[in-house]
């Protein structure tokens, strides 16, 4: 924008550096988050120097991807506004911590735009939360244009309020004791005071508060950010105030309040759906019983993939009565039998565990494996039925194409679920509210992990201290171990995770004691979880509980099962790969001057080395090269290790050659298998790019826990990675030093022609 901006006219423009310097400390820090307002921003910016002597703050903008000039206009005229430009309009919520996290001064101000700050506004602001130390947030007197009060106090909403706010009933009782509390028309604004919440356009807050309630919910687009934030300093101890003999100008469009659908009333209709299903008590009730609710939703998608399943088969098979010989009968023939699959395919189901607590995070292998695990138990039973019932007009075929049809819809209905789940989720919708006890290294860790896959459907309420008083920086901590009970019901937890090893099991259970009516889910991160596998189980030993480690049966029976597929698959894989790599041959020796194939010395089974085939090494790849790595077509070269006996198709990762004397026993485990062209860790690795350690010991689980369906729960997962081109190419460096086994496998750091 090369025009001159309001309220910064050029004559002025020579104090303007002076205006808006800082020291090294500055007490205030204002940050202006802008989207397309040059001309009031400017204005605002201007305010603030003409007013702003006795303190000297800094100014923090956050631009929101305007498209009106602002990023050029404050790089070029105001080079001291310490200016944060981001490529999209990420919101405002997020746009004004990333406000705070460039801010120093012990008090931050944010400041709408439209905002005109008046003679010694700020220097009484910064007095006043110097002199109420009880004080989080602070809001000052906004005024209208016309120099009319403007109602930025209020009371937190009600039902009623709400109703008369957003309907056109307001119209009718907007003068009524309702809206007059809401607006607290009753008082005179003439004197501070504390409050529920002040507008978002005017907020101060004190720095040292922050660990206690936090920043700006992120959820929150645009609009109820500020509710949310008062509400939660209120949760937190602190206290909100108005301050009257802070007065400010502010143009207050309230363009969500316009009739017709705009962006800003959607934007405003989410907010509100996002504010009341994190605090509405309802909503919160509705959540305690999740499990229940999500149940009823899988069972009756399931009989309409089952009914559905069946009317299809039904058709199939009367299009076929002219190639059989049996007659076709009415549908009202099988009204018995379909009642009767209904019940056998939901007992089937429920029996191999589809209708568990945690089934809406578990992965859809997990979801497939146990369909198509409880599909043949209840087809026998079906078939068997036919057989054992006095009428003779089922028809079998239509029974079989019955039970593989609603199998699959079954399946595919599920996932249409779990998808449209997703989306709910990917919009912040529908989140478990979850509290971490603890303080040390591993509670943050896991409050970092719970922050960064938002895809879990996780909402931290906060860190819940376990121990002393220890505040660690970017956490907010929203009390003690020996209130949690109280901790649950005022922060909306659904879940608590016990991420402190050091507390001690009397506090755990006197804990689920306390809490045992509360209706919420608790997990332990404990040190057990490096001895703990698939097979452990907690059962009752001379009247004591214990944890009982099974031993597997069948152990070198499933191992021999292993071997024969893994012998089976490679044999096939190589009869049909092997046309390809000959014409891959020639055109690398043609064009490239080298062969295909590379090896690398790895560790296999027992810690002995052997070679193992690779895709040569190249350094620019093509995108030919590039859609083979994505979609683990890289991996095929292996198949000659898998054939020989040095491999498995699913194993531990890749190693480097290490001696198994200097390791300990851990780190030796994953020598007791054979290392996999895929595995846990791998197909891990690509969903989560897990760090080192935590590859570490899934490598260590999966060897513990070995057993053929974790197998085919792994090989689903590794599929659908190579078909939607998800597979991992990159990663952390791989344990003991070595690569990862993605990079041996893409022929990163092949070494040694072939």
């Known amino acids: 924008m090369g025009g001159d901006v309001v309220g910064l006219a050029p004559e002025t423009r020579e104090n303007t550096e002076e205006a808006v310097s800082y020291p090294s400390e500055p007490d205030l820090s204002i940050v202006i988050v802008g989207y397309n307002s040059l001309p009031e921003l400017g204005r605002c910016l201007a305010s603030v120097r003409d007013t702003a002597a006795a303190i000297h703050p800094e100014i923090v903008v956050v631009d929101n991807a305007s498209a009106d000039g602002t990023v050029e206009f404050l790089e070029r005229e105001l080079p001291d506004v310490r200016l944060v430009a981001n490529g999209r309009n990420v919101g405002y919520s997020r746009a004004v911590n990333q406000g705070i996290a460039e801010a120093r001064a012990r008090y931050i101000l944010v400041l709408n735009p439209d905002i005109v700050v008046l003679p010694g506004a700020l220097d009484r602001l910064v007095s006043f939360m110097d002199d109420q130390p009880d004080a989080g947030i602070a809001g000052a007197k906004l005024l209208n244009e016309d120099g009319s009060l403007q109602h930025s106090c209020r009371r937190f909403y009600t039902f009623w309020t709400l109703v008369l706010r957003r309907t056109p009933l307001g119209k009718l009782f907007q003068n009524g004791k309702t809206i007059s509390r809401y607006l607290m028309l009753e008082f005179d604004h003439e004197e501070s005071r504390e409050v529920d919440w002040v507008l978002g356009a005017c907020m101060i807050v004190r720095r040292t508060a922050l660990a206690d309630f936090g920043g700006m919910d992120e959820r929150f687009f645009l609009y109820f950010e500020d509710v949310d934030w008062c509400y939660r300093v209120w949760q937190s101890g602190w206290k909100v105030w108005y301050v009257a003999d802070s007065v400010m100008r502010h143009r207050h469009a309230r363009e969500s309040a316009r009739g017709g659908l705009s962006k800003q009333l959607i934007a405003h209709g989410l907010s509100m759906i996002h504010f009341y299903e994190k605090w509405g008590k309802a909503i919160y009730g509705l959540k305690k ?18 009914n559905v399943g069946f009317g299809l088969a039904y058709i199939l098979r009367s ?22 699959a209904n019940l056998v395919f939901v007992v089937s189901y429920g029996f191999f565990g589809l209708y568990g607590a945690s089934i809406e995070r578990e992965r859809s292998s997990d979801v497939a494996l146990r369909i198509f695990r409880a599909a043949p138990v209840a087809a026998i039973i079906l078939m068997a039925s036919t057989f054992l019932t006095s009428r003779t007009v089922y028809s079998r075929v239509l029974i079989a194409a019955f039970c593989v049809l609603a199998v699959v819809l079954t399946f595919l209905l599920r996932m249409g679920l779990k998808r449209l789940h997703w989306l709910v989720r990917a919009g912040r919708f529908d989140l478990t509210r979850v509290a971490v006890v603890g303080t040390d290294e591993t509670s943050r860790r896991v409050a970092e992990r719970l922050l960064s896959h938002s895809a879990l459907g996780y909402d931290l309420a906060g860190l819940v201290a376990a121990d002393g008083d220890e505040r660690p920086p970017g956490f907010q901590v929203i009390g ?16 608590v995770i016990f991420a ?13 004691l306390k809490a045992r009516r509360s209706a919420v889910d608790v997990k332990m991160v404990s040190g057990l979880t490096g001895i703990l596998t698939q097979r452990a189980k907690v059962e009752e030993f001379l009247d004591l509980p214990v944890v009982a480690f099974e031993r597997e049966a ?18 096939l894989l190589i009869a049909i790969w092997a046309p390809l790599l000959l014409v891959t041959s020639v055109a690398t020796l043609i064009t490239r001057k080298t062969g295909p194939l590379s090896t690398v010395e790895c560790a296999g089974l027992g810690g002995r080395t052997f070679s193992m085939h690779v895709l040569n090494r190249i350094d620019e790849p093509s995108a030919l090269r590039r859609f083979t790595l994505r979609h683990g077509l890289s991996v095929f070269p292996a198949v000659i290790n898998v054939l020989r006996g040095d491999m498995s198709f699913i194993g531990p990762r890749v190693v480097a050659p290490v001696d198994p004397g200097s390791l300990n026993l851990r780190e030796r485990l994953r020598f007791d298998a054979r290392p996999g062209i895929t595995g846990l860790a791998r197909v891990s690795a690509g969903e989560d790019l897990c760090s080192r350690d935590e590859l570490e010991a899934l490598d260590a689980y999966y060897v513990q826990g070995w057993s053929l369906g974790g197998d085919a729960k792994i090989l689903m997962r590794w599929s659908m990675q190579c078909l939607l081109g998800w597979v991992h ?7 003991l030093g070595a690569p990862t086994a993605s990079e041996e496998l893409a022929g990163s750091g092949a070494s040694g022609d072939h």
Do not use: C, W
Request: net charge negative; aromatic share 8%; glycine share 6%.
């Open 729 to 735: 190419v990159s990663g952390e460096p791989g344990s």
């Open 480 to 495: 003690r171990l020996e209130d949690l009970p109280e901790l649950i019901e005022k922060h909306r937890v659904g879940e």
């Open 554 to 571: 069948l152990l070198r029976a499933d191992a021999g099962i292993k071997r024969t597929f893994d012998v089976v698959a490679a044999a």
């Open 319 to 340: 299009s076929l009565h002219g190639l059989l010989e049996k007659p076709m009968f009415g549908v009202s023939i099988y009204a018995t039998l379909l009642a009767f």
């Open 500 to 512: 402190d090893s050091e507390i001690s099991q009397e506090r755990v259970a006197d804990f689920l």
């Open 289 to 306: 019983y999740r499990t229940v609710l999500t149940n009823s939703v899988l069972l009756f998608t399931d009989l309409v993939a089952i």
